[in-house]
């Protein structure tokens, strides 16, 4: 007859006969099984694990037909109410039925038949027990566990597997086999077989353990006669060099004045290195840190000058004009001076190659008594150069940050990031977000090198910052730096700089005396115009040493003394390559040409912008390398210009039966932005009114559809490119009328500024 059970589920479980189990159910419904078996089953119940363990609701045919009664020997609730229950393994039995609790219908129930266990030869079971026991007696010892050998050998076969399956380390799903399986003879021929693997794995772990424990003994050995030198040394006044090392890190660490977490760390790496084997691979990692960690300026930092006298007079002596960024120093020391805790500002200096930014900071550094250090990040796209690498990775080494300040051996260096406009980001990493982080003195103070892992202070340093183009550098640092920008020379600035720094620089490089070799103004001039093409100095610097390289040498030849004066004659015998900005420059005038104006990567430039009509169907080429934007602009001017076309006394069949082609000469740049338009405008009405305008005529600024002209950028920098090619007339919006005040007045009285509100004041001017 069948006997009910309550059922428990338990997900990866399994218990055998005579095996106890400790288990913390946590579910309501399995402390609601307990309850029910301790009441009414005389605390016996049945433990069934799930034969699909993802199903969180298995149906009654995923649950197993064979299993083992198991009884509760103990229950304790914890300090964590919750409770722990000791189970017994009883007798192995054969689920005929699940079914639902009739008063709780979440409770599972079933009916059971306990299994009778089959009859055997007598001979064959002693053979197995024999067996089990030689195997079973091999293992214990050898695992060393005491055990009732008397016990064991006393105990049935059926009895003997049981005990056997209950604590050998096999697999889950093996020890359910063993659970379900009433054969005792089958458990036994089995478990003969997942023995002899078992000991075999043991045999092979004492064998890897004694070879160890043999290294050990060694290792061991070389540490007592190690431990021994250096006693004998001690004794002798030879101390090791690595002890004589760790009493130097120890001494340097106690004098530093760190958070006491960071001094924590580095007192285990200390501690870490005096007990490593000096044959060990990882000493060196641990030698290499630690000698980072004390070389750097934790606590170091050069006294900043605060004469303001003296700043000015060392900027004024290194370079010519800057006068913005030169105040701004000037401000800083002068804030610096009655706050001692001000926070450094974040400066960009934006400008062509060749104006000065990289030297003004070195500059700055050297009148301020701060050392220097110039990181370029141009190209830059892995940020873990800036942060450094992870320990763990083989030929790991600080970021460039930290490295700066090892260098410069103090914690309020100036530090010059180069080309911000030039990183690149990509999967490697986003070197502008953790840029942000370097440089925001509200995150700095606490800036961690994933190499040196531990916060140092970056608060002290002054971060200077370098970019030719302040539309490319990123908007998310664009946003924390205070820029400023520097414009191109003119040709007046670059005689002045050439008479006062660079020739001065080249007679002391050279050895030359100021009377041997003078070079007028007007040769100085000649050289800029007919032999470079630049918004700095640079190659007007290359050129000067040319120049006394090749009169040096002439001198050397003949054996004359030099005392030469070069003139505008001279040069021309002397250079022989020469790059004429008046060659670049369109010479004959016609109809349909027109100088527009435009900032490149040589500063300020002037833009021919020229058109040809002929017979066609109204249509409109566009050609010189022209973004998109540019050529939205000329849209717009035609547009403008047909809604207009009464007022410019354009001829009514102009768009229908001719085709228009308008070039941007200097095809190979690139050119974008709306600031042609006006030029644009002039171009189309000089040519379809066969009218044309002068070559020492410039414009800029943008069109609407309405004739409004709109304000546009880089306003210095056009107006000194157009004084550099000679124009002698600029017509500009009247909203950038306040950019004129960067420019300089001796620009202002060789050129005529007009100021427009709208186009009809560029055509009146230029076409009545």
């Known amino acids: 007859m069948a006997k009910t059970l309550p059922v428990m589920l338990l997900k990866d479980f399994t218990i055998l006969p005579s095996q106890t189990l400790k288990v913390e159910p946590s579910t309501k419904l399995s402390l609601a099984t307990i309850e029910l078996s301790e009441q009414y089953y005389e605390k016996e119940l049945i433990i069934v694990s799930p034969k699909d363990t993802l199903e969180e609701n298995p149906e009654v045919e995923d649950l197993p037909t064979i299993s083992v009664i198991v009884k509760i020997k103990k229950k304790i609730i914890l300090p964590n109410n919750h409770v722990r229950i000791t189970f017994e393994g009883g007798k192995r039995v054969k689920i005929s039925k699940y079914f639902n609790d009739s008063k709780n219908k979440n409770l599972l129930l079933c009916n059971y038949f306990i299994l009778q266990n089959p009859v055997f030869e007598e001979s064959e079971v002693y053979a197995y027990q024999k067996q089990l026991n030689h195997l079973l007696k091999y293992y214990l010892e050898n695992k060393r566990y005491h055990y009732d050998e008397e016990k064991i050998k006393n105990q049935s076969l059926d009895e003997l597997t049981d005990f056997i399956a209950s604590f050998l380390p096999l697999s889950l799903d093996k020890k359910k086999k063993y659970m379900e399986d009433n054969n005792a003879l089958n458990r036994a021929k089995n478990l003969v077989n997942d023995f002899t693997l078992e000991i075999k794995v043991l045999d092979l772990e004492r064998k890897i353990e004694a070879s160890l424990q043999q290294e050990l003994d060694e290792e061991q050995k070389k540490y007592i006669l190690r431990e021994k030198i250096v006693e004998i040394q001690k004794e002798l006044g030879e101390e090791n060099k690595k002890t004589l090392e760790v009493e130097e890190y120890k001494e340097k660490l106690s004098s530093l004045n760190i958070s006491h977490r960071t001094k924590r760390k580095i007192q285990n790496e200390i501690e870490k290195y005096e007990f490593m084997n000096e044959q060990s691979p990882d000493i060196s990692f641990v030698r290499n840190y630690l000698e980072l960690f004390f070389s750097l300026p934790w606590n170091e930092e050069t006294i900043e000058n605060e004469d303001l006298k003296s700043i000015e007079k060392s900027l004024n002596k290194t370079h010519y004009g800057l006068k913005q960024v030169k105040t701004r120093i000037l401000e800083y020391a002068a804030m610096k001076k009655r706050n001692p805790f001000l926070q450094a500002p974040i400066i960009c200096l934006v400008g062509p190659p060749g104006v000065g930014k990289s030297t003004i900071a070195s500059s700055i550094a050297s009148a301020l008594h701060r050392e220097f250090y110039k990181i370029s990040v141009g190209g830059l796209n892995d940020s873990a150069e800036l942060t450094g690498h992870r320990r763990t990775y083989l ?179 002397i250079l022989e390559e020469k790059i004429t900005i008046a060659d670049l420059e369109p010479k004959i005038n016609t109809c349909g040409l027109v100088k527009g104006l435009a900032v490149t990567n040589i500063g300020g430039v002037t833009l021919p912008i020229e058109a040809v009509m002929y017979d066609g169907s109204g249509k409109t080429f566009v050609t010189g390398s022209l973004g998109d934007v540019m050529k939205e602009s000329i849209d717009v001017v035609l547009s403008f210009i047909k809604n207009n076309q009464k007022k410019f006394a354009i001829p009514s069949t102009a768009f229908k039966k001719k085709d228009i082609h308008i070039h941007a000469l200097d095809g190979a740049t690139l050119k974008d932005g709306p600031s042609a338009g006006v030029a644009i405008t002039t171009c189309f009405i000089s040519l379809l009114t066969h009218r044309q305008v002068p070559l020492d005529v410039a414009m800029t600024g943008e069109m609407s559809l309405r004739g409004e002209v709109l304000p546009v950028g880089g306003i210095k920098e056009k107006v000194i490119g157009a004084y550099n090619r000679g124009i002698k007339k600029i017509f500009l919006p009247e909203a950038n009328k306040v950019d004129m005040k960067l420019v300089s007045k001796d620009i202002k009285k060789e050129i005529e500024i007009i100021y427009v509100k709208e186009y009809k004041e560029i055509y009146k001017s230029l076409f009545k």
Not at 437 to 457: M, R, S
């Open 395 to 573: 030929g790991s080494a600080p970021g460039r940050i930290i490295t700066a300040l090892q260098k410069c051996n103090s914690k309020n260096p100036l530090i010059l990031i180069d080309e911000v406009d030039k990183m690149v980001k990509d999967y490697k990493g986003d070197p502008a977000s953790v840029l942000l982080d370097i440089l925001d003195p509200n995150l700095n103070q606490n800036f961690i090198d994933a190499y040196l892992e531990e916060p140092f202070d970056l608060s002290h340093v002054l971060f200077f910052l370098t970019a030719n183009r302040i539309e490319e550098i990123p908007n998310e640092l664009k946003d924390r730096l205070e820029i400023i920008e520097l414009s191109s020379y003119s040709t007046l600035e670059k005689i002045s700089l050439a008479k006062e720094y660079l020739l001065p620089l080249l007679r002391l490089d050279y050895h030359v005396r100021e009377d041997e070799i003078k070079i007028t103004d007007e040769a100085i001039k000649d050289l800029i115009l007919n032999y470079t093409n630049e918004a700095g100095v640079r190659e007007l610097r290359r050129k000067l040493e040319e120049l006394y390289r090749k009169v040096i040498l002439n001198g050397e030849k003949t054996k004359q003394n030099l005392e030469i004066t070069l003139e505008k004659k001279d040069i021309q015998k």
